[in-house]
């Protein structure tokens, strides 16, 4: 049963009605300094996630080639062109019915599917709960989600809680993936996936928090290689050491 996944689901589907309901009571400045919390709270789950790494080395490679990678092959661009489309399908049947012009809706809608359904802390939560069975990362980040829902719902109407649909078909498919790749794995080898997982959210963190720009869509590749290079970190460096 994936518990994290349907909780993070029904987070953003109640926190886009939520906020499209009473929006009009937040001011400006209240919504910025959540903005601020959240990057906070995304900051302090990758320091815990970062914490019991086994092999520091490899993390920090994973984390460079996959980031190479994902640039290489422009994943943030494919990323947002999918968002783009997805966004053209939303709008045949729902018309905007916040405030702002179509163009900055559009723009803003496209902003809020990437953040839900490419975000680098939402993959890497499905994966550990489909490795491990723990939802405890993504129950952590529902709680985020529901007020970021809120508040985007209060700017663009319960649309939002629309996105909540191809949110949930990405992660369960992750979700599968997952339970294909446990048999290969290894305690220190999911001690350095959690560990490059907490480098994607201190990443996010600092995004939110407009602090520094990270590519963090360019960087979800970083996922995928961890893996590998700490079990070859593992398997063949590590003996040469001793």
């Known amino acids: 049963m994936p518990v994290g996944i349907i909780t993070n689901t029904c987070a953003i589907l109640l926190g886009g009605i939520v906020g499209a309901i009473g929006g009009q009571h937040m001011s400006a400045v209240f919504k910025e300094n959540l903005n601020l919390v959240f990057s906070l709270c995304s900051i302090a789950m990758g320091i815990y996630a970062i914490a019991p790494l086994k092999n520091l080395a490899a993390v920090i490679f994973a984390v460079i080639i996959g980031t190479i990678l994902g640039l290489a092959i422009h994943l943030g661009t494919l990323i947002t062109r999918g968002a783009e489309a997805m966004q053209r399908f939303i709008s045949r049947f729902f018309q905007p019915t916040s405030s702002l012009d179509k163009p900055v809706f559009d723009a803003t809608m496209v902003t809020v599917i990437v953040l839900f359904c490419a975000s680098g802390t939402g993959i890497y939560g499905t994966l550990i709960e489909g490795i491990s069975g723990d939802p405890s990362i993504l129950i952590?980040?529902?709680?985020?989600?529901?007020?970021?829902?809120?508040?985007?719902?209060?700017?663009?109407?319960?649309?939002?809680?629309?996105?909540?649909?191809?949110?949930?078909?990405?992660?369960?498919?992750?979700?599968?993936?997952?339970?294909?790749?446990?048999?290969?794995?290894?305690?220190?080898?999911?001690?350095?996936?959690?560990?490059?997982?907490?480098?994607?959210?201190?990443?996010?963190?600092?995004?939110?928090?407009?602090?520094?720009?990270?590519?963090?869509?360019?960087?979800?590749?970083?996922?995928?290689?961890?893996?590998?290079?700490?079990?070859?970190?593992?398997?063949l460096i590590v003996p040469l050491l001793h």
């Open 140 to 235: 952590s980040k529902s709680i985020l989600d529901f007020f970021c829902a809120i508040i985007f719902g209060a700017n663009l109407g319960a649309v939002v809680s629309l996105i909540a649909a191809p949110f949930f078909i990405i992660l369960m498919l992750i979700f599968s993936v997952a339970h294909l790749v446990v048999p290969l794995t290894t305690p220190d080898m999911i001690l350095d996936f959690k560990a490059a997982g907490g480098v994607l959210m201190l990443a996010s963190g600092f995004r939110i928090a407009r602090i520094k720009m990270f590519p963090t869509p360019d960087m979800i590749p970083i996922m995928v290689v961890v893996m590998p290079i700490s079990w070859a970190w593992t398997t």
